[in-house]
């Protein structure tokens, strides 16, 4: 049903019909899938990235400001590429991993790879908000760096980086949506192949439906996660 020839009301009306959300089903569960697999991915490189930024920082606990330049620097260009465009460039990559540059796991590599950057440097701003004074005291008591890492600066950030986390999942659902364009599956191609090619904007809808669902239901998660933290910090 297109909006060219049918009353807006109706094609939303249609949009909730059995069919089309018998025919959305497989492309929720493929959108879920690389949702998931994406932000473990993110999530694990982001963090190490965003730890060794912060330590290599001027002012951390490890200064190295060659290593901290360059890393800057290349995750800046990372962050500067479209979207579009990092998946165009990461379609050698998924080739050598899977043999093939399309489907789910395929873009899987280039959605993670997208959304890495931004999670390190949320992961670093989050981390420098840490006083020096917390840092400071940890050391005069013989901390370790390894110490003060996973029991000072990671402990009393989470709420935060759980905060930044979120954000980024919501952007790796924006990216799996557009890697729908470039043979990933999920809800990103049904929009694409029956709602823009084919002017079935009741398929459309419905798509926009999922999406919006999806990111409250993510947004609601990050935030409940991060309140109950600070509830039993007795901060708020």
């Known amino acids: ?7 807006i009301w109706e094609v939303i009306k249609a949009s909730f019909s059995p069919q089309i959300w018998a025919r959305l089903a497989p492309a929720i569960l493929e959108t879920l899938y690389m949702t998931v697999l994406s932000s473990i991915i993110m999530l694990v490189f982001g963090l190490i990235l965003g730890i060794l930024l912060t330590v290599a920082n001027p002012d951390g606990l490890v200064p190295m400001k060659i290593l901290y ?11 500067s590429l479209p979207q579009m465009i990092m998946i165009i460039l990461m379609i ?8 093939k540059s399309y489907g789910t796991n395929a873009c899987i590599i280039a959605v993670a790879a997208s959304c890495i950057p931004m999670y390190a440097r949320i992961v670093e701003s989050s981390l420098l908000e840490i006083s020096k004074g917390k840092i400071e005291a940890a050391k005069s008591i013989g901390s370790t760096n390894f110490q003060i890492i996973f029991r000072i600066l ?6 935060s980086l759980i905060r ?17 364009m470039f043979g ?16 079935q904007h009741d398929v459309l ?11 409250q239901v993510i947004q609601w998660t990050g935030n409940f996660i991060s309140k109950q933290i600070l509830k039993k910090r007795n901060l708020i």
């Open 154 to 159: 990671l402990p009393e950030t989470l709420p």
């Open 1 to 7: 049903m297109s909006l060219l020839d049918t009353p």
């Open 164 to 180: 930044g986390f979120t954000v980024a999942v919501i952007a790796v659902v924006s990216m799996t949506a557009l890697a729908g």
């Open 184 to 199: 990933a599956g999920g809800i990103g191609d049904i929009a694409v192949r029956f709602g823009y090619q084919r002017f």
């Open 69 to 79: 330049t360059g890393s800057g620097w290349l995750i800046n260009c990372l962050r």
């Open 92 to 99: 050698p990559v998924a080739r050598f991993f899977f043999g």
């Open 205 to 215: 809808f419905a798509s926009v439906y999922v999406l919006i669902v999806l990111v």
